[in-house]
């Protein structure tokens, strides 16, 4: 998972491959509380691995529930519905779907059973209202406290007493502001089902009805027919108990399948976008956005467990749709509408104000950042296409979802048709996609094949110890890049070639073992051949036979092929000597470091005494100077910045300091 200050994406042409999805949010909580509340012990497999998910494990954990990882399979031991610890402040991020069902299951347990729970969460958690769920908690006699502002959290649900419920009367809850509301009662009350049944009671429209769909069909696996009358009552039948299903699995997330859709929708030119973990056959509402997305032209074929998408009608056709049945994935249609002929208006969308930020007021604003002509209300979205395509920092407000539908905008072919180039797209704070899907922007790249020439490169040479390797790491820790290390490459051929007896002479040999090298950089370990060579790598002595290596033409023309394939989505830093003058010459910025042999001297001295090595500070001079030289007087790709360089001299400059510099210089390079 990226988790930089922003993540710039070059611009995109092509999407075709499979993608994996992680297990749905909504499944994943509800079935982790269902498990939690549940007689008995449920394997869980697929589970969604995220921030939300995290903080209802964290609350389960708190609350007595006993979870035992067993490889991929999640083993969860309920309380059977009987409090096992009477007390405890629970931390629920930014999770409505943990939250919300959370409240109501805790308020009644902490009411017939005397406990008392403290719930809280993120700052924007406390502006999400949860007003109308407790209304009908307290309606039933469950004490409730307003911990803030009234009707947000944090709250707190008991007051350590007994309390006898009022379950003869229907229980009322609205149901047009939030679905998670009646979710959050349908999985509470049957804790308190056992001598009669209970009704619930839903004023005015529900919405978001799908998702109620899926409470109701997992309440069934676990043991709990509820029987419904359309949309607007629920009973609750006498003598409910949950009982664990024993093993259950949680489909993939079909509001995420909505990104691949519409990627495929968009790109899908050569080859289709193919998803695995959702199909044709989900209980998930958002599996209706393949309607959606044929509606606008996407060629979708799919079945059990799996879509394939093509780009059918260009542009997508512009169309309006009353989304209150996919609330979530309707944002994705949204960014489609950026590719559609016409203006496409989204109704029925008002849960947006509520969710994880205001959604429509998000979305409107970071679309006409990209040129569209955008008009919002109350409970709709209208956007117009952009006349002219611009460069954009998208703002994601800490929602996973405004993050990925961002993404999508780094499409833009219509840039490129109207006689300009493609552009990129700067997504702020990328790490918020962990709410529900952590790898969702490694999964993009995956996919997609970037504009020819459209992935970024920033070069960063200079002589040995001219700290060039740490700059570079931390250039590309900073923006996310892929890193080469050039000067491992010559390294790890030179331990290579010590390891199969060929002489740093034989040039030929050396040639064809450059040529099959197999390194791999991660982090800040080498491997060669799945072997760990970092500590190696670094030695002097093996600096000393990368410098006698790397004079052989053949051996660099041989390592060529495989410094330009570091060149991936989303952009890459290269460190080196020639990567400047020779591998990247059309590098987007190319910075030389002109340290002193003096301060480099100095500082490969501390390093190594800091290692408890000894060294001699004239004879590490000397050395510096003697590679230097040969360096600058070798035929090929001899030391030197390139033309359009920009030079630092970093003697006196702390490592920070330097990435600074750098990074200003980055910034004033970019299109934002």
């Not at 079945?303 to 009608?313: F, K, Q, S, Y």
């Not at 960063?460 to 001219?466: I, L």
């Not at 990074?663 to 004033?668: A, K, L």
């Amino acid at each position: 998972m990226y988790s930089t200050a922003f993540l710039d994406l070059p611009p995109l042409v092509r999407a075709g491959g499979t993608v994996r999805l992680p297990g749905s949010k909504s499944i994943s909580n509800r079935v982790l509380l269902l498990a939690g509340l549940a007689e008995g012990t449920t394997a869980v497999h697929d589970l969604l691995d995220s921030d939300d998910t995290r903080v209802m494990l964290d609350a389960l954990a708190a609350l007595g529930c006993t979870l035992a990882r067993e490889g991929a399979v999640l083993q969860v031991t309920g309380i059977g519905g009987q409090l096992r610890t009477r007390e405890a402040a629970l931390f629920l991020g930014n999770a409505g779907t943990a939250m919300r069902p959370l409240t109501a299951a805790l308020a009644v347990l902490a009411a017939t059973q005397g406990g008392a729970f403290e719930l809280s969460g993120v700052p924007r958690m406390h502006e999400r209202p949860i007003g109308d769920l407790v209304d009908a908690l307290r309606q039933l006699g469950c004490p409730v406290t307003d911990l803030g502002r009234a009707g947000y959290p944090p709250l707190r649900v008991g007051d350590g007493l007994l309390h006898t419920l009022n379950t003869e009367a229907p229980i009322r809850v609205r149901g047009d502001v939030s679905s998670q509301f009646l979710t959050a009662l349908l999985l509470a009350l049957p804790l308190v089902a056992v001598d009669r049944a209970i009704t619930i009671e839903v004023d005015g429209e529900l919405i978001s009805k799908p998702y109620i769909d899926i409470t109701l069909r997992l309440l069934e696996r676990f043991g709990i027919a509820v029987q419904r009358e359309d949309y607007a009552s629920f009973v609750i039948p006498q003598g409910s108990r949950y009982q664990s299903p024993g093993s259950i699995h949680v489909e993939g997330d079909a509001s995420s399948a909505s990104y691949f859709v519409a990627m495929g929708a968009i790109a899908g030119v050569d080859a289709p976008v193919r998803i695995e973990g959702v199909g044709l056959d989900s209980i998930q509402g958002d599996i209706r956005f393949v309607d959606a997305a044929r509606a606008m032209g996407a060629q979708i074929e799919g079945g059990p467990g799996w879509l394939e998408v093509r780009r059918g009608a260009w542009p997508l056709k512009a169309f309006t749709l009353d989304c209150n049945h996919i609330p979530d994935a309707a944002m994705t249609l949204a960014v489609m509408a950026l590719y559609a002929d016409g203006p496409t208006r989204l109704t029925g969308i008002a849960s947006w104000r509520v969710k994880e930020t205001d959604r429509i007021a998000a979305m409107a604003a970071e679309l006409r950042k990209l040129g569209a002509t955008v008009v919002d209300g109350a409970d709709f979205i209208e956007v117009a296409p952009p006349k002219r395509w611009q460069a954009a920092v998208l703002h994601t407000y800490d929602d996973h979802r405004m993050a990925m539908c961002g993404s999508l905008a780094a499409f833009n072919p219509l840039a490129a048709t109207a006689g300009g180039a493609s552009l990129p797209v700067r997504i702020v704070d990328p790490r918020c996609v962990g709410k529900t899907f952590p790898d969702y922007f490694e999964a993009l790249f995956d996919l997609v094949t970037p504009a020819s020439g459209g992935v970024p490169v920033l070069t960063v040479d200079g002589p040995t110890a001219s700290g060039k390797g740490t700059l570079a790491a931390e250039l590309a820790h900073r923006l996310g890049y892929h890193l080469l290390d050039s000067g491992a490459l010559y390294r790890a051929t030179a331990l290579a070639a010590q390891d199969a007896g060929i002489s740093l002479e034989d040039e030929p040999a050396l040639a064809v073992l450059a040529a099959r090298l197999e390194v791999r950089f991660t982090g800040h370990q080498v491997f060669l051949g799945g072997r760990d060579i970092t500590d190696p790598l670094r030695l002097e002595s093996t600096g000393g036979m990368a410098s006698r290596v790397s004079v052989h033409p053949a051996v660099r023309k041989a390592l060529h092929g495989l410094q330009l394939s570091f060149r991936r989505a989303p952009g890459l830093v290269a460190d080196g000597r020639d990567m400047g003058t020779v591998v990247f010459p059309e590098a987007d910025l190319k910075v030389f470091l002109t340290a002193s042999a003096d301060a480099r001297a100095e500082r490969r001295y501390k390093q190594l005494i800091s290692k408890g090595n000894s060294a001699n500070i004239d004879s590490l001079r000397a050395d510096l100077q003697m590679r230097d030289e040969r360096d600058k007087n070798r035929a090929v790709a001899p030391l030197k910045p390139a033309e359009d360089a920009m030079l630092l001299d970093n003697s006196s400059l702390s490592v920070e300091a330097s990435v600074e510099q750098v990074m200003g210089w980055w910034q004033q390079r970019r299109p934002f």
